[in-house]
């Protein structure tokens, strides 16, 4: 979106507030399925990554299918009109009440540890399930988003196909699909080559013979640092559809592939807009201090993740390094530290990019700041797809949900 535009609209609904751009984000989803020329693609979309309404709205309306995980997830994805064949629960962690609650909501659940397994198939014999394998590979932007190898709680180790097989055959389950994910914000491609050779070589037919899909999950990446090159993707296509059509003539059946990106689809449409309100100059080092903080955008504090920045009523000024804060009460509440930037003033606007996905999904009420408002800027004309709480109301919710 132009600068222009976001000023507007910061001046229109008030900061810190949260713009995402639908073109972006049904751009993103659809290219999906240029890239990887699979007849039988489908993109589940990881709602983890941004679940505002108006999004998940805008991919429904185009066909999308959704990758849920937890409870909540799919209560709110049934409200608005997904149907549950469109939904798969990947299970993590979760409690008996929980299993109960989703598997009446009629999802498919993927299962990732054996004693899951055990547990829903004593509860469900006979029902249908997606097992989710370690793959084994270890890939993704920080320590903290891979979930692959050995320091991981995700996935059944693919050592233990045997085990999964006694399992099913013990509650007569039938394995419909088989789910891997690797890590988020994976830069190097053939790690995500490796994942899959490796979670086909158990995907055979004497293993599992009524597959009718192979999910390889999330962890598309898209460039947060404007230095970054972006995968090309259509190369990456032409390797997955190679790969997985291999797979399909030894296995003697054409399946569906299945991807489930959040950042892919996501991350590129959004922007937090904040307002700069005080400055100081601590013996030369430049501290900036702005109207919101880490719990309304956490990544840069808990994944060391940049997310470009830019000085959206002042473009012109003179370069100077900064460090950028917030307004909460913590000293590691920093969104950049000695960042290049145009001289920054009081009043300015200052734009967090790339902030479409895992920043308000991942938001929190620390220190008692409401989280923004968002918006949605679709076909030429804003929407306020949610409005930020007022402290009145804030308070009166806590208020009624203490007593
Ligand atoms: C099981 C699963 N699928 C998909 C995703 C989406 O990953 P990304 O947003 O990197 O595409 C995640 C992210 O954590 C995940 O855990």
């Avoid at 999004?55 to 409870?71: C, F, T």
């Avoid at 209560?75 to 962690?93: D, K, M, Q, W, Y």
């Avoid at 249908?128 to 995700?154: E, L, Y």
Wanted: with cysteine.
């Amino acid at each position: 979106m132009k600068q222009e535009q976001l000023v507007e609209l910061a001046k229109e609904y008030g900061t810190p507030l949260y713009i995402y751009d639908g073109n972006i984000i049904l751009q993103r989803y659809k290219e999906l399925f240029n890239f990887i020329k699979w007849p039988k693609l489908e993109i589940f979309y990881a709602m983890k990554a941004n679940y505002n309404i108006g999004i998940l709205r805008l991919l429904k309306d185009a066909d999308a299918k959704v990758d849920i995980v937890s409870p909540a997830e799919a209560i709110l994805c049934l409200e608005i009109g997904f149907s549950p064949e469109n939904l798969l629960f990947t299970a993590n962690n979760i409690t008996e009440k929980e299993m109960h609650e989703v598997h009446k909501l009629g999802l498919l659940f993927n299962i990732g540890s054996l004693s899951r397994l055990e547990k829903y198939g004593k509860a469900f014999p006979g029902s249908k399930v997606c097992i989710r394998f370690n793959p084994d590979v270890v890939a993704g932007s920080h320590v903290n988003i891979q979930t692959g190898g050995n320091i991981t709680k995700f996935g059944i180790l693919m050592q233990d196909v045997q085990e999964v097989k006694k399992i099913i055959q013990s509650y007569n389950l039938t394995v419909v699909g088989l789910h891997e994910h690797t890590g988020s914000g994976i830069a190097e491609t053939e790690k995500v080559y490796q994942s899959m050779t490796n979670l086909l070589s158990i995907a055979k037919a004497e293993n599992f013979p009524d597959l009718e899909f192979i999910d390889f999950g999330g962890g598309l990446k898209v460039p947060y640092h404007p230095d970054e090159r972006r995968i090309d993707y259509l190369k990456f296509g032409e390797i997955i559809s190679e790969i997985f059509s291999d797979f399909c003539k030894n296995y003697g059946k054409k399946l569906v592939l299945r991807f489930e990106p959040g950042k892919y689809i996501v991350t590129e449409s959004g922007y937090l807009i904040v307002q700069v309100n005080t400055f100081k100059n601590n013996r030369g080092r430049l501290i900036v201090g702005t109207n919101s903080g880490f719990p309304q955008l956490i990544r840069p504090s808990f994944y060391n993740a940049y997310h470009h920045i830019a000085n959206l009523t002042n473009p012109d000024g003179e370069m100077q390094k900064y460090d950028i804060c917030g307004n909460i009460c913590e000293t590691g509440d920093v969104f950049a530290s000695q960042r290049d930037l145009p001289e920054v003033r009081i009043g300015d606007y200052l734009v967090l990019e790339n902030a479409g996905a895992y920043c308000y999904s991942m938001g929190g009420i620390y220190n008692l700041r409401a989280m923004p408002s968002e918006v949605l800027f679709y076909k030429g004309k804003a929407h306020l797809i949610r409005k930020q709480l007022t402290n009145e109301e804030l308070v009166k919710q806590i208020l009624q949900d203490s007593s």
